[in-house]
């Protein structure tokens, strides 16, 4: 019952601590998928200023490629006020960015988006994670914080049976000193070392014994002095 308490407990304190890694792990992502969104603004306004003015007409968008090969976390999308896309990370699939998002965070069933917007709305960055992300770093904070349970349970069934068996010994050999008495041995009982929560019980069977002997003792003695007392009247 002990260790079915402890492990309660202990699920208890690892379901809110998995709450409270939830909540720390969105604001967390929240907090880079605006820091992304923020450095990008800036670098995005400067390379369209710097494009060639005879190159207006191309609609092409620009796609950032990656230095050394990586999966991008963060992707974005830098779009203008029409919808165009005009630049764009080279992770980013074009067609799970939703359109006509509004500034600030937006959840898709893939993805976590936040939008920001500058020029008058004449730039709009767009940046995304995957939910699974989210999903799996939380999943791996809660198993790390499982797994010393599920170690640890056994050890302490072992140790919580260990110690309430030896704490039981001194109780154990005080029952069977109790019951290898014979009916005439009335004298107190060798109790030592015992829990402090039997030691009141020890002493309350002493005190039992001990009157039960002077009831006995007056019993003899009444006995004795009945028999002398008839005996002369008998004899008569």
Same mark, same amino acid.
């Given at each position: 019952?002990?260790?079915?308490? *402890?492990?309660?407990?202990? *699920?208890?304190?690892?379901?809110?601590?998995?709450?409270?890694? @939830?909540?720390?792990?969105?604001?967390?992502?929240? !907090?880079?998928?605006?820091?992304?969104?923020? @450095?990008?603004?800036?670098?995005?306004?400067?390379?369209?200023?710097?494009?060639?003015?005879?190159?207006?007409?191309?609609?092409?968008?620009? #796609?950032?490629?990656? +230095?050394?090969?990586?999966?991008?976390?963060?992707?974005?999308?830098?779009?203008?006020? /029409?919808? @165009?896309?005009?630049?764009?990370?080279?992770?980013?699939?074009?067609? $799970?960015?939703?359109?006509?998002?509004?500034?600030?965070?937006?959840?898709?069933? @893939?993805?976590?988006?936040? /939008?920001?917007?500058?020029?008058?709305?004449? +730039?709009?960055? /767009?940046?995304?994670?995957?939910?699974?992300? #989210?999903?799996?770093?939380?999943?791996?904070?809660?198993?790390?914080?499982?797994?010393?349970?599920?170690?640890?349970?056994?050890?302490?069934?072992?140790?919580?049976?260990?110690?309430?068996?030896?704490?039981?010994?001194?109780?154990?050999?005080?029952?069977?000193?109790?019951?290898?008495?014979?009916?005439?041995?009335? !004298?107190? +009982?060798?109790?030592?070392?015992?829990?402090?929560?039997?030691?009141?019980?020890? $002493?309350?069977?002493?005190?039992?014994?001990?009157?039960?002997?002077?009831?006995?003792?007056?019993?003899?003695?009444?006995?004795?002095?009945?028999?002398?007392?008839?005996? /002369?009247?008998?004899?008569?």
């Amino acid at each position: 019952s002990l260790t079915a308490v *402890l492990s309660a407990l202990w *699920l208890a304190a690892v379901l809110a601590a998995g709450i409270i890694v @939830r909540k720390e792990t969105d604001k967390v992502f929240d !907090s880079a998928l605006q820091e992304v969104a923020q @450095r990008v603004m800036p670098l995005a306004y400067i390379e369209l200023l710097n494009r060639d003015r005879d190159n207006a007409a191309d609609t092409a968008s620009q #796609r950032i490629p990656a +230095v050394d090969p990586h999966s991008e976390t963060i992707t974005y999308i830098v779009r203008d006020d /029409t919808g @165009r896309i005009m630049m764009q990370s080279h992770d980013a699939d074009p067609e $799970a960015f939703p359109k006509d998002l509004r500034p600030g965070f937006h959840d898709s069933p @893939r993805l976590r988006l936040y /939008t920001e917007s500058a020029v008058q709305g004449t +730039v709009i960055v /767009t940046t995304a994670e995957e939910v699974g992300q #989210r999903q799996a770093a939380v999943f791996e904070a809660i198993i790390m914080l499982v797994w010393p349970l599920v170690l640890l349970l056994p050890m302490s069934i072992l140790a919580v049976w260990g110690l309430v068996e030896w704490s039981l010994r001194p109780l154990m050999a005080w029952q069977e000193e109790i019951e290898a008495r014979g009916g005439g041995n009335l !004298s107190p +009982v060798n109790a030592i070392d015992l829990p402090s929560e039997i030691a009141p019980i020890a $002493a309350s069977v002493d005190r039992l014994i001990a009157r039960l002997r002077l009831a006995l003792e007056a019993e003899r003695s009444f006995t004795g002095n009945s028999a002398h007392e008839l005996r /002369t009247p008998i004899a008569a």
